[in-house]
C-alpha cells in the first residue's frame, strides 16, 4: 500500500512537472529548481567580518557591536549575502510556496555548517507565529533546518521554540533598537530536551540578528548549553 501511494505521489508529481517543469530560480533555464551555474554563482558571505555575529567589515575582530553588548548565541553564520539569486531563493522559498527548494537550500545550509565546522547535538528552526504558520502552510525555518538536520545527522527539534504572542513582522524601516524592542520575550523554549545540548539554531534569513538572539535567550533559559545560528542569508 505504502508502494502504491509513493507511486501515486510520483505520479502525481511528474504530471505537475508537466504542466509546470521546473525552472531555476535564478536563471530560468528548464531541468531543475535551482541549476548548478546558478549555485555557483551565489554570493558567500565571506571575507572579513564579525566572528561572533557575521557583520562584515570588522577586519575579522570583534565588532564594536558585539565589543558593546555581546548578542546572546556564541555566533552567527550565513551561507549567503542576501542579495541576487540567494535573495530570490529566500523570496521563493517563503513567498511563493516554492518548498522544493528547500531540500537543495538546505543542503547548501549543511554544506556552510561544515564548513564553519559548527559543532551542535541538535537542530532548532526559529519558529512562525501561529497565525502566520496558518497562512503560510509550513515555517520556511523548519523546511530549511529538516534537509540540514538529515545531512547533518543531528536530531530536529521543530518544536524546541515556541512565539510567545504574535510579533509584527520585521520591517526593513525600524532600527536596530526598535527591531530588539520587538523580539525581545517573543520566544520560549518548553522543550526539557536542550538541557545540557548545543544548538544549532536555524533561520532563513537575518539582519541585525536580533530574531536569533531573541531565541537564544529562550534556548539558554531552558538550560541549552550553546548556541550556533546559521542562516541561509545575511542582508550586509
Ligand atoms: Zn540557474
Ligand atoms: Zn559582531
Not at 565571506?46 to 555575529?53: D, E, H, I, L, W
Not at 501561529?130 to 543531528?154: F, I
Amino acid at each position: 500500500m505504502v508502494g502504491a501511494t509513493s507511486a501515486a505521489r510520483r505520479l502525481g508529481r511528474a504530471a505537475l512537472d508537466l504542466v509546470f517543469p521546473p525552472r531555476c530560480v535564478g536563471c530560468g533555464e528548464g531541468g531543475s529548481f535551482l541549476c548548478d551555474d546558478c549555485v555557483a554563482a551565489l554570493p558567500v558571505a565571506a571575507g572579513s567580518r564579525c566572528p561572533r555575529c557575521w557583520q562584515p567589515g570588522s577586519d575579522a575582530r570583534l565588532c564594536l557591536d558585539c565589543q558593546a553588548a555581546p548578542p546572546s548565541f556564541d555566533g552567527l553564520r550565513a551561507a549567503f549575502v542576501y542579495e541576487r539569486t540567494a535573495r530570490d531563493l529566500v523570496h521563493a522559498l517563503k513567498y511563493r510556496g516554492m518548498t522544493a527548494l528547500a531540500s537543495p537550500m538546505g543542503s547548501l545550509l549543511a554544506e556552510a555548517a561544515r564548513r564553519h565546522d559548527l559543532e551542535a547535538d541538535l537542530v532548532a528552526p526559529v519558529p512562525l507565529s501561529g497565525l502566520r504558520r496558518r497562512l503560510r502552510g509550513y515555517n520556511q525555518a523548519e523546511a530549511l533546518a529538516r534537509p540540514l538536520a538529515m545531512e547533518l545527522q543531528l536530531p530536529l527539534r521543530p518544536r524546541a521554540l515556541a512565539r510567545r504572542r504574535d510579533t509584527p513582522p520585521q520591517a526593513r524601516s525600524a532600527d536596530a533598537e526598535a527591531r530588539r524592542r520587538n523580539v525581545t520575550d517573543a520566544f520560549v523554549c518548553r522543550d526539557r530536551g536542550v538541557e545540557g545540548r548545543r544548538v544549532l539554531l536555524v533561520d532563513d534569513v537575518t539582519t541585525t540578528g536580533a530574531t536569533l538572539a531573541a531565541c537564544a535567550v529562550a534556548l539558554k533559559a531552558a538550560g541549552a548549553e550553546s548556541i550556533w545560528a546559521i542562516t541561509f542569508a545575511r542582508e550586509d
